[in-house]
């Protein structure tokens, strides 16, 4: 079909920005900031920016502050100060309440619809002359010379068998001198990036989550604005890392979510069902009587830390935010450090093109080793991966002494071993793991959960979920680990249909898709591979979300 295909109409820009996500709006804001002259134009595969955003969230306005300071004058919407924290160990019938690790006090902190401050800062970026084209998705790099000069949007129309359907709308080329990836966590074109220019050579792998989140509506006499609770311990065994938030914001809402480490090694687990039966808990049970559940998403989230940071440059580029991988998981947050990473990547931009326009902008790596960032994220270093070593209790321990004895300042870093793929052992080896049936009122299943996120995809389109080998669905992920993709996947996107008569096969619902990215992180061989679908399509989170 290629060959037969009209040439792409082209766009120059100074920069283009890929993600309408807090590090790319906080990278296109600061830019026009420094020099009105600069063309920004920001590409979001999203119908709208924000219409992808996940998060918990509780906003840490650091970089906020230094981005926007009168913010509260323009009416950001961070409406509901941080009050209380608290923080649990659960048994499956009992709580008991630990001292909140320092990085977890939250006073100062807003609890927030992260989804709603990523429209604002739309808005802001919007009008200081951003170019905003929400509901495109970046499909291609555009490599000249060894330097990428760009990006492509999508084909819109292309029917499920290649061909151009009568609504086929050819995709545009987006050039720039300068291109920033902001993806977030596990970008299809950032992970294109780190194949071609090898930015992972010599760092750990990056390990990673996924938060699994729902937003409820409560009666007003349960309704505490401002708490803030998070948990370890049950349902999750020891060996397995993971954890619990749940905030009350807004008028009368809950944001609550489940996280679960992806380098787990069952795989008769189930991220969303661990959610599900995690409410039944009769401390959690308490705050969502009475109430209704009005949102549901899914994510991925980067877990390793500075020593899992790839190579941030490559010619004619940067990656930004959660495509590189700045949570600081300790914290619990991320969005401060993506947004200042965005700042960053600008000024070493805006230093670039004022000068002699080098091809690999070296600057952004040494302004983030000089700024609050790489101070924050060395202190934090060895928490994540001290749970890998040492378990649910060695790893609290550790994080303890390496918290308030040595104060981040070890002189050991702990690494980490092994990708999340890697880390399955065989089902016939493994426990099964009984999860209780939902009950439509506490707990869900997927499919109603997806019908709540309004996901919706183009059904006459190529499949974005693709699989490198075929038969290793069957041959490998059925024969060793009876299908884990059916487990781990939040939105039922993967099925295993006749095996009842001898003959499974792997049925791909590629419409449930949530894009929460971990088929492409937990599948084995890495046989699953997501890549971008036709722009708009997803889940259209709401503004609570």
Known sequence: MADELPPREAMEFDVVVVGGG???????????????????????????????????????????????????EKGAPLDTPAAEDRFLFLTATKSYRLPTPPQMHNHGNYIVSLGNVVRWLGQQAEALGVEIYPGFAAAELLEEDGRIVGIATGDMGVGKDGEPTDQFQRGMELRAKYTLFAEGCRGSLSKELMQRFNLRDGRDPQTYAIGIKEVWE???????????????????DRATYGGSWLYHFGAGLVSFGFVVGLDYSNPWLSPFD????????????KHFEGGRRVSYGARALNEGGMQSLPKLTFPGGLLIGDAAGFLNVPKIKG??????????????????????????????????????????????????????????????????????????????????????NDTLVDADAAPRIAYPKPDGV??????????????????????????????????????????????????????????????????????????????????????????TPEGGGGPNYPGGM
């Open 442 to 531: 506490l707990t869900f299943d997927r499919l109603s959960s997806v019908f709540i996120s309004n996901t919706n995809h183009e059904e006459n389109q190529p499949a974005h979920l693709t699989l490198r080998d075929p038969a290793k669905a069957i041959d490998l992920n059925w024969a060793r680990f009876r299908s884990p993709e059916v487990r781990y996947c939040p939105a039922s996107v993967y099925e295993i249909v006749g095996a009842e008569e001898g003959a499974p096969r792997l049925q791909i619902n590629a419409q449930n898709c949530v894009h929460c990215k971990t088929c492409d992180i937990k599948d084995p061989s890495q046989n699953i591979n997501w890549v």
């Open 335 to 420: 969005t401060h450090t993506a947004m200042k990473s965005g700042m960053l990547a600008a000024e070493a931009v805006a230093e670039a093109l004022a000068g002699n326009v080098p091809a690999e902008l070296t600057n952004y790596p040494d302004r983030l080793r000089e700024s609050w960032i790489w101070e924050e994220l060395s202190k934090v270093r060895n928490v994540r991966p001290s749970f890998a070593k040492f378990g649910l209790w060695g790893g609290i321990a550790y994080s303890a002494l390496d918290t308030y004895v040595l104060r981040g300042k070890a002189p050991w870093t702990f690494h980490h071993p092994h990708a999340d």
């Open 274 to 285: 661990e959610m599900q039966r995690f409410k039944t808990h009769p401390v959690m049970r």
């Open 22 to 72: 807090p590090s790319g709006l906080s990278a296109a804001i600061r830019l026009k900031q420094i020099s009105p002259d600069i063309a920004v134009c920001l590409v979001e595969k999203g119908g709208e920016v924000g219409a992808h955003i996940l998060s918990g969230a509780v906003i840490e306005p650091r970089a906020l502050n230094e981005l926007i300071a009168d913010w509260k």
């Open 218 to 236: 409560i009666p007003a006499t349960n309704h505490k604005p401002g708490l803030i609770e998070h948990s370890v311990g049950w349902p999750l």
